[in-house]
C-alpha cells in the first residue's frame, strides 16, 4: 500500500526545519544508543546538502529565486544559523564543506530586497567570537574562516570585529605553523582592512599605536618570508587608499617606519623589494618630511641611488619607472635642513 501514496516533496520551508530539529537533536544529544545517534546524524547531513543544492543548484537544474527566499526566510527565523555554526564540529567533513558554503551563500541572499543575514547578524554579534575562535583548531579553521569572511560583508560585523579584542589576535593567527590556517587568518586580515572604507579608516585612526606597533613587530620584521611579503604588500594598499590619507601622512612621518621600510627594500626577495617600494615612495613624496626623516634619507642618499640605479621589475612597467624616476627627483633634491 505504501507505494500507492508517494510523500509530498519537502519544500524548503520543511528542510530548514527538520534541519533546525536534527541540529538541535546533535547539539544536546545524550542518546547512548550509537545506532539512533549515526541514522541522525546522517539525515542532518543529507538535509545540509540538500539546503545546499537549493542555494546553489546542481548539474540539472539552476537555484530557483522564489526557493531561495523562503530557505532564508526560515533560516534566520529562528536561531538555525547559530546551532549550524555550533554543531559544525560534530558533522563529518563533506557536510562540514556543505554547511559552510550553505552559511555562505546565505550572507548575499535578499529577501524583499534585503540581506536579512546582516539583521540577524547584528542581533547576534556574538557568533563572530566562536568563528574567530575557530582559528585555534586545526579541524575548523578553514571552514569557521570562509564563514567569518562572508559574514564581515556586512559593515556592522566587520566592525564588531575591528573593534573587539580579536584584532589583536590575528597578528598570532597569521604566524601559526600550520600555512594553511596563516594563510586563511591573513585572508580574513586582509579583508577586515579593506573591505568597509571608512570603518576602516576610523578604525586606524583610533588605534594607531598599538596596531602599528604589532603590525611592524610581528609582520613587517616576521621571520618569516611570506608573512613579511603579505604584511609589505597589505600596507601599500592601506596606506595608498585614499579613505586612510591622515593614516598614511602620520605614518610617513615616523623614523622607526622609515627604518623598517629601508630594510625591507634591502631584502634579497625581488618582490618584496617592489612591495617595500610602494610604500617608501610615499615618505619621499611627503612635502612636509619631519626632519629627523630628511636627515635619514640625507645619510643614505648615495646607498639609496645606487640600489634604485639598478632597481627593476621583472616586466616592463611605465607607471613603476616613473615612480621610481620621481623618488630619485625628491631624494637628489634633498638638502640638511638648518635646525633652529
Given at each position: 500500500?505504501?507505494?500507492?501514496?508517494?510523500?509530498?516533496?519537502?519544500?524548503?520551508?520543511?528542510?530548514?526545519?527538520?534541519?533546525?530539529?536534527?541540529?538541535?537533536?546533535?547539539?544536546?544529544?545524550?542518546?547512548?544508543?550509537?545506532?539512533?545517534?549515526?541514522?541522525?546524524?546522517a539525515?542532518?547531513?543529507?538535509?545540509?546538502?540538500?539546503?545546499?543544492?537549493?542555494?546553489?543548484?546542481?548539474?540539472?537544474?539552476?537555484?530557483?529565486?522564489?526557493?531561495?527566499?523562503?530557505?532564508?526566510?526560515?533560516?534566520?527565523?529562528?536561531?538555525?544559523?547559530?546551532?549550524?555554526?555550533?554543531?559544525?564540529?560534530?558533522?563529518?567533513?563533506?557536510?562540514r564543506?556543505?554547511a559552510?558554503?550553505?552559511?555562505?551563500?546565505?550572507q548575499?541572499?535578499?529577501?524583499?530586497?534585503?540581506?536579512?543575514?546582516?539583521?540577524?547578524l547584528?542581533?547576534?554579534?556574538?557568533?563572530?567570537?566562536?568563528?574567530?575562535?575557530?582559528?585555534?583548531?586545526?579541524?575548523?579553521?578553514?571552514?569557521?574562516?570562509?564563514?567569518?569572511r562572508?559574514?564581515?560583508?556586512?559593515q556592522?560585523?566587520?566592525?564588531?570585529?575591528?573593534?573587539?579584542?580579536?584584532?589583536?589576535?590575528?597578528?598570532?593567527?597569521?604566524?601559526?605553523?600550520?600555512?594553511?590556517?596563516?594563510?586563511?587568518?591573513?585572508?580574513t586580515?586582509?579583508?577586515?582592512?579593506?573591505?568597509?572604507?571608512?570603518?576602516?579608516?576610523?578604525?586606524?585612526?583610533?588605534?594607531?599605536?598599538?596596531?602599528?606597533?604589532?603590525y611592524?613587530?610581528?609582520?613587517?620584521?616576521?621571520s618569516n618570508?611570506?608573512?613579511?611579503?603579505?604584511?609589505?604588500k597589505?600596507?601599500?594598499?592601506?596606506?595608498?587608499?585614499?579613505?586612510?590619507?591622515?593614516?598614511?601622512?602620520?605614518?610617513?612621518?615616523?623614523?622607526?617606519?622609515?627604518?623598517?621600510?629601508?630594510?625591507?627594500?634591502?631584502?634579497?626577495?625581488?618582490?618584496?623589494?617592489?612591495?617595500?617600494?610602494?610604500?617608501?615612495?610615499?615618505?619621499?613624496?611627503?612635502?612636509?618630511k619631519?626632519?629627523?626623516?630628511?636627515?635619514?634619507?640625507?645619510?643614505?642618499?648615495?646607498?639609496?641611488?645606487?640600489?634604485?640605479?639598478?632597481?627593476?621589475?621583472?616586466?616592463?612597467?611605465?607607471?613603476?619607472?616613473?615612480?621610481?624616476?620621481?623618488?630619485?627627483?625628491?631624494?637628489?633634491?634633498?638638502?640638511?635642513?638648518?635646525?633652529?
Open positions: 500500500m505504501k507505494g500507492l501514496f508517494k510523500s509530498k516533496p519537502r519544500t524548503p520551508v520543511d528542510i530548514v526545519r527538520q534541519t533546525r530539529n536534527l541540529l538541535i537533536y546533535a547539539d544536546n544529544c545524550t542518546d547512548s544508543r550509537e545506532s539512533k545517534r549515526e541514522e541522525k546524524t539525515e542532518l547531513c543529507k538535509n545540509i546538502r540538500e539546503l545546499k543544492v537549493i542555494l546553489y543548484g546542481n548539474s540539472e537544474s539552476e537555484p530557483v529565486s522564489e526557493a531561495c527566499a523562503q530557505l532564508t526566510q526560515e533560516f534566520f527565523r529562528e536561531n538555525t544559523l547559530r546551532l549550524m555554526i555550533t554543531c559544525l564540529p560534530k558533522l563529518n567533513l563533506e557536510a564543506k556543505d559552510t558554503q550553505v552559511v555562505a551563500n546565505l548575499r541572499q535578499q529577501v524583499q530586497s534585503r540581506l536579512i543575514a546582516s539583521d540577524y547584528e542581533a547576534n554579534v556574538d557568533l563572530m567570537d566562536i568563528l574567530i575562535a575557530g582559528y585555534e583548531n586545526t579541524d575548523m579553521a578553514l571552514h569557521y574562516g570562509a564563514m567569518l562572508e559574514c564581515i560583508r556586512h556592522t560585523v566587520a566592525r564588531y570585529v575591528l573593534e573587539s579584542q580579536h584584532m589583536k589576535k590575528f597578528f598570532d593567527y597569521i604566524q601559526l605553523p600550520n600555512f594553511d590556517v596563516a594563510a586563511d587568518a591573513a585572508a586580515f586582509k579583508e577586515l582592512l579593506t573591505r568597509h572604507k571608512s570603518t576602516v579608516a576610523e578604525f586606524l585612526s583610533k588605534n594607531y599605536d598599538w596596531f602599528f606597533a604589532e611592524n613587530s610581528k609582520l613587517l620584521e616576521s618570508y611570506i608573512t613579511r611579503r603579505q604584511a609589505v597589505l600596507l601599500g594598499d592601506i596606506l595608498l587608499d585614499r579613505s586612510n590619507s591622515a593614516v598614511m601622512t602620520r605614518y610617513v612621518s615616523s623614523r622607526d617606519n622609515l627604518r623598517i621600510l629601508m630594510n625591507l627594500l634591502r631584502e634579497s626577495s625581488k618582490s618584496i623589494q617592489i612591495e617595500a617600494f610602494h610604500v617608501f615612495k610615499l615618505f619621499a613624496a611627503n612635502q612636509n619631519p626632519p629627523d626623516i630628511v636627515s635619514i634619507l640625507i645619510a643614505n642618499k648615495s646607498k639609496l641611488l645606487r640600489l634604485f640605479a639598478d632597481f627593476k621589475t621583472d616586466r616592463e612597467d611605465e607607471q613603476f619607472e616613473a615612480d621610481k624616476a620621481q623618488v630619485v627627483k625628491e631624494i637628489v633634491a634633498l638638502e640638511p635642513r638648518d635646525r633652529p
